[in-house]
């Protein structure tokens, strides 16, 4: 299981994001404008906009607050115009690290994902060097104590899921991202709940990490997270669920 999808799930079942449910609006609402200015403000020939209403309602955001973002993304009421960035990086223990922005002051992002990564054994890398270790992937997890693993793998390859993998805790479905809304459609028609689904970048290698390398990581990951202009971090760190969740519990 890739390090950052496990670490999202965890606080998903802990409900450790409880507290930055504003925060987690802000980069929503700032997704929904983009997608809606790019792809134009009709989620039924715009995936990505479809994908991000999605998002926004599994988070309870108002639906005044999501069609205030779409009329910003198509001009229809003033607001603000980002633009999108990948920053690409290294963290502890030669952690590779993929940082997606939404930003209206590029060099200002750039100074504080630097910051960030500089203060936290990490640093900033030149563009390429981390990101073909990644594939674009549809992803879905499960909380194995709440589901029919059985059940998931059979629905997950009906709908033409990639693959299916488990540990102790959880279940993970990979899709082709064409086929991602197929799989999470099924799902939801089976009333399966999961923990995390999004179009996510997975790694294809991982570097494990213990003791104080992986607490770093993980502080790592919180701060870039907590980064307004950060949409998505992703990372191919390997840390036991034992671990993160000691860590998470602040032990």
């Known amino acids: 299981m890739s390090g950052h999808s496990k670490w999202s799930s965890i606080k998903h079942k802990k409900g450790a994001l409880d507290a930055k449910r504003g925060k987690i609006f802000t980069k929503l609402i700032k997704e929904i404008t ?147 809304e197929n799989v999470k459609k099924v799902f939801d028609a089976n009333g399966m709940q999961y923990i995390v689904s999004e179009i996510s970048m997975i790694p294809q290698t991982s570097v494990k990490l213990e003791g104080k390398n992986a607490e770093t990581m993980l502080k790592l990951m919180e701060a870039l997270e907590d980064s307004d202009d950060v949409q998505k971090v992703y990372a191919n760190f390997d840390i036991s669920t034992e671990e993160m969740e000691r860590i998470a519990a602040g032990k």
């Open 34 to 180: 983009t997608a809606a200015r790019l792809g134009g403000g009709n989620p039924e020939s715009n995936a990505r906009l479809r994908l991000a209403i999605a998002q926004a309602k599994a988070e309870n955001m108002p639906k005044e607050n999501i069609e205030r973002a779409i009329k910003k993304g198509i001009g229809a009421i003033e607001g603000e115009s980002y633009e999108e960035y990948t920053y690409e990086g290294y963290g502890p223990g030669g952690v590779a690290i993929l940082i997606e922005v939404m930003t209206d002051n590029k060099k200002r992002t750039t100074a504080e994902i630097r910051h960030i990564l500089s203060r936290m054994n990490g640093n900033l890398g030149e563009a390429g060097c981390v990101s073909w270790l990644f594939n674009k992937k549809g992803y879905i997890s499960f909380d194995k104590k709440t589901v029919d693993e059985d059940k998931i793998i059979e629905l997950a390859l009906e709908a033409g899921a990639e693959d299916v993998a488990s540990d102790d805790n959880v279940i993970e479905v990979f899709t082709d991202v064409s086929n991602f």
